[in-house]
């Protein structure tokens, strides 16, 4: 058998596991899937288990069209939405039609370390713009996009999580937002807007997404089912101009395999239409809401003095500065001899920096869990620091 790395959860008995961004399987809407999947097949069996066309089911389309409209008050055109096979994909898929190997990409500085990977496997060389707890530093992009391309490099896109990011939860602000829409649309740089946790939110909804604040401009924003239903539907939909979804349609995989997980659209299609996604986000919206609100308190209580962190308003992530003097990646093992794990913060750097930081997921762990896991992690911080109780 191919010894593989791993990138799925192994959960490991006593562990508690800080590191994985999942969403927790207690809450899979299942019985609700289980119904949708069976309506579908009585009332679209035919279409449902053929190949499907290659934007995506026409009743997924219909459904998410008109969610986006009563949500956001703005309904994309039907030109402008692809079902995707989740963000991974979309996100694989368009670094295909938007980069060659060899340009460049810029991303966040701290972002999502899987997705590095993915515009690494794409041949792109991966230039950092720097992030405060207002989210990316637009001025610096323009600056870097300047610098870069006075020197003779193509860059072709750039990369970012706008909204409860991953890693730190942070969420970019709109007036932020605004000046990257207007850099996008001045430079002609395509920017992919990650929305996979824009639905996360506890109290509020974030900003307008950059796609919103500048239709027709060069912004691509991608959706997911993953985080708001259950990631093995791997399901998800993508906005752009049309000229963008025309060319991700006339690629050879679409052209033969017709949409992607066809079947799975057309399940989530019943839910949409059966008004069921709604009711589920809500209850995923005040689980994470509570185990956000425990692990903040358990960390007051538990980590050092000099150990920093803030509140996010959605999402999976709390990012935790450490003193600095200790660097997580090397603290690692201690805190897995101690039954506690996490992600070291410099995973998420494309170049340099993040040892000080490391990401604590609450998506997955019950309350019990968070309060221990934070306790444990104090505890070796503490060992670490050479600090008593
Ligand atoms: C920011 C971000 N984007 C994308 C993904 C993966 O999305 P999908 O499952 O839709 O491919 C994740 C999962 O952790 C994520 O955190």
């Not at 066309?53 to 055109?77: C, I």
Request: charged share 20%.
């Amino acid at each position: 058998m191919l010894t593989l790395p791993n990138t799925q959860p192994v959960l490991r008995p006593g562990m508690i596991e800080f590191g994985w961004g999942h969403p927790d399987p207690t809450l899979f809407p299942v019985a609700d899937l289980a119904a949708a999947a069976a309506a579908t097949l009585a009332d679209h069996g035919h279409d449902a288990l053929g190949y499907g066309p290659a934007q995506g089911p026409g009743r997924l389309l219909e459904a998410v069209r008109a969610r986006l409209g009563r949500l956001e008050g703005v309904t994309p055109p039907p030109e402008q939405l692809l079902i995707t096979g989740g963000t991974s994909q979309a996100l694989d898929m368009l670094c295909g039609q938007l980069s060659r190997p060899g340009d460049v990409a810029l991303v966040e500085a701290p972002t999502y370390h899987l997705a590095l990977r993915i515009l690494r496997d794409r041949g792109l060389r991966l230039v950092t713009v720097p992030s405060d707890v207002q989210g990316m530093h637009v001025e610096t992009a323009a600056v870097l996009l300047q610098m870069l391309r006075a020197r003779g490099e193509r860059v072709a896109l750039l990369y970012l999580v706008a909204s409860f990011s991953n890693p730190t939860g942070v969420s970019l602000t709109r007036d932020r937002r605004y000046a990257l829409a207007v850099l996008a649309r001045r430079e002609g740089l395509p920017v992919i807007e990650d929305d996979t946790y824009g639905e996360l939110w506890y109290d509020a909804p974030p900003a307008p997404t950059i796609y919103n604040l500048m239709p027709g401009g060069p912004i691509v924003r991608l959706g997911s089912y993953a985080k708001v239903l259950a990631p093995g539907l791997r399901l998800g939909w993508m906005l752009a101009s049309s000229e963008v979804v025309r060319r991700c349609l006339e690629t050879g995989v679409l052209l033969s395999g017709g949409g992607v997980n066809h079947f799975t659209a057309h399940v989530v299609a019943t839910l949409l239409e059966q008004g069921l996604l709604d009711t589920h986000i809500e209850r995923v919206r005040a689980a994470l809401h509570h185990r956000r609100d425990v692990l903040l308190t358990a960390l007051s209580r538990h980590l050092p003095a000099g150990c920093t962190w803030g509140a996010p308003l959605g999402g999976y992530f709390v990012w935790v500065r450490l003193p600095s003097d200790l660097a997580a990646a090397t603290l690692l093992p201690a805190a897995e001899a101690a039954g506690v794990s996490y992600l070291s913060g410099e995973r998420c750097f494309a170049e340099a920096g993040g040892q000080h930081y490391l990401r604590l997921s609450f998506s997955l762990l019950s309350p019990v869990q968070l309060e221990e896991g934070a306790r444990r992690l104090g505890e070796v911080l503490r060992a670490a620091l050479g600090v008593r109780r």
